[in-house]
């Protein structure tokens, strides 16, 4: 079994959109949006999105929830960590070496908590 993909919800799906697009602007995903509620970032074998919620309620952030990205190196994670802070995320965890990982965790504008390892 592999994981098939991976929502996160949003309140503002403009926001959401120019985040992840500049986040994801080196990695190879494919942005796709089918509605005005929900964008795709397709990978090779998975996707990434952000919805807003169907039963159009407000978007919350689940505590303990995470989605972990492979980003390559430590000067990726470094340079993915800078531009999640330029683009507005917050901090969650500066660039560390983390037992077998060097990874770093930052929480994207709708308080969504992301994993940013090598």
Not at 23 to 45: E, I, N, V
């Amino acid at each position: 079994m592999k994981m098939n993909y991976f929502v996160v919800g949003t309140n503002d799906m403009a926001a959401a959109r120019t985040f992840y697009n500049a986040l994801f602007a080196q990695s190879g995903l494919q942005s796709m949006s089918p509605s005005d509620r929900m964008t795709y970032w397709l990978g090779a074998d998975f996707a990434f999105a952000a919805a807003k919620p169907f039963d159009e309620k407000p978007a919350t952030n689940g505590n303990g929830t995470m989605v972990g990205f492979c980003v390559g190196g430590e000067e990726d994670v470094r340079r993915m960590y800078a531009l999640a802070i330029e683009l507005g995320g917050t901090c969650e965890g500066a660039p560390h070496q983390r037992g077998p990982k060097f990874s770093a965790y930052v929480r994207d504008l709708d308080g969504n908590k992301i994993c940013l390892s090598d």
